[in-house]
């Protein structure tokens, strides 16, 4: 029989695992954002009760206490939510896809709208839903929803892609640009 850490331990890796994954994308969608809030509030209220019953269970042998792996719980989930929220878990994300995306920056294809976003062409590590391709050698591709509105790449090589309506780019080098597409 599992016991009831071992499940919470298999919920806390789990919501690490799909905070993470998802939160590397290049933007947050409505879903993840809750998920990461509601769900890392809820895992650490789970933690909580863990933890007071086992001081209750253990307030007879204080010493038999072991403090160091109760803290290693929370900590892994802050480190999990600070990946997804910071942008550090895209930024190695972008990384690891750059190959990828210089190869398909040189030889683009334009990609009408896909939902759910698996149907589109996989570049790297990211899902492409839509790309367009803009003189210049400009590529824009959308890969999620960010909240409200879309977000993706850009590759620019003659300096900030064209701004359209309410668009946003932080630069990432090389070309590269993080884009935010407001409508």
Request: glycine share 10%; aromatic share 14%; with cysteine.
């Amino acid at each position: 029989m599992i016991g009831f850490g071992a499940m919470a331990l298999a919920a806390e890796l789990s919501w690490c695992l799909y905070v993470v994954g998802r939160g590397s994308d290049a933007g947050l969608s409505l879903f993840v954002v809750l998920a990461s809030v509601w769900g890392g509030g809820a895992l650490v209220l789970l933690w909580s009760i863990r933890l007071v019953l086992y001081v209750v269970a253990t307030r007879k042998v204080p010493e038999s206490r072991r403090w160091r792996q109760w803290a290693i719980e929370p900590l892994a989930l802050m480190v999990c939510f600070t990946l997804a929220w910071s942008g550090l878990a895209f930024r190695a994300r972008f990384l690891l896809s750059r190959p990828a995306l210089d190869r398909y920056a040189r030889a683009p294809t334009v990609v009408a709208p896909h939902y759910p976003p698996t149907q589109g062409p996989r570049v790297g590590l990211f899902w492409i839903r839509e790309a367009e391709v803009l003189p210049g050698g400009v590529v824009r591709m959308i890969t999620t929803d960010c909240m409200f509105d879309d977000c993706g790449l850009a590759y620019s090589p003659g300096g900030e892609p064209p701004v359209i309506g309410e668009d946003r780019y932080t630069a990432l080098g090389g070309g590269w640009w993080h884009w935010w597409r407001s409508w």
